[in-house]
């Protein structure tokens, strides 16, 4: 199991990802609006995570599952958008494994 100082490193490893997500879906042109609404609440959450995070192991823990719950939907719309370029698309999922591979751990 994770300290909690390292949730924290691993929710703002995390945020990096889905900031990076983030930028690529807005650089790319083809994107669909819902996936772009998608993302921007999946780095929102991925934010909030973080800020909970500070708090106890418990909102940590809580943090994450949201954000999982947010990662799974972005990686849905990511799957589902056939204008979506491969870089784009590649960020989304890397995003999501890095929770993914979180969640397991704590």
Known sequence: MLTLTDVQTRLAECREKSGAALRAAEADTDASVVLLAVVREFDSKAAKAGRLAAESDAAAHDAVVELEQAADSAKAAAEA?????????????????????LKTEI
């Open 81 to 101: 958008d056939p204008g979506l370029d491969a870089k784009a698309r590649e960020a989304v999922l890397d995003a999501h494994l890095a929770i993914c591979i």
